[in-house]
């Protein structure tokens, strides 16, 4: 079993920047793959980055490629969203999840455990 609890949310204006962190609890976490999703008000639940164990394999959905950065700490059982030049868009709750399969997965199915999401919210 693992357990997941996101931090770092809240609100800020259009142009600023948060980081979110996901800590783990529970055993096996760098031998699985880890990823950050958002859903906002009215739509579906979408990845945002993922990292696969080594560290080395990243995906991100193409809006936030080139202002988020996700990395993981497997010393801290950490992984973390770093978000730069935030958009009013990017106004959503966002959860952390992990997963057994080695590589960063797109699919929700494939992460087995979920935080419970944090609130980040871009004025304008």
């Known amino acids: 079993q693992m357990q997941l609890v996101e931090s770092g949310g809240g609100l800020v204006q259009a142009g600023g920047s948060l980081r979110l962190s996901c800590a783990a609890s529970?055993?096996?976490?760098?031998?699985?793959?880890l990823s950050w999703w958002r859903q906002a008000p009215g739509k579906e639940r979408e990845l945002v980055a993922a990292?696969?164990?080594?560290?080395?394999?990243?995906k991100y959905v193409d809006s936030v490629k080139g202002r988020f950065t996700i990395s993981r700490d497997d010393t801290k059982n950490t992984v973390y969203l770093q978000m730069n030049s935030l958009k009013p868009e990017d106004t959503a709750v966002y959860y952390c999840?992990?997963?057994?399969?080695?590589?960063?997965?797109?699919?929700?199915?494939?992460?087995?455990?979920w935080g419970q999401g944090t609130q980040v919210t871009v004025s304008s």
């Open positions: 529970g055993s096996h976490f760098p031998s699985h793959a």
């Open positions: 999840a992990a997963g057994p399969t080695h590589y960063p997965s797109s699919f929700a199915s494939h992460y087995d455990y």
């Open positions: 990292v696969g164990w080594t560290g080395n394999d990243i």
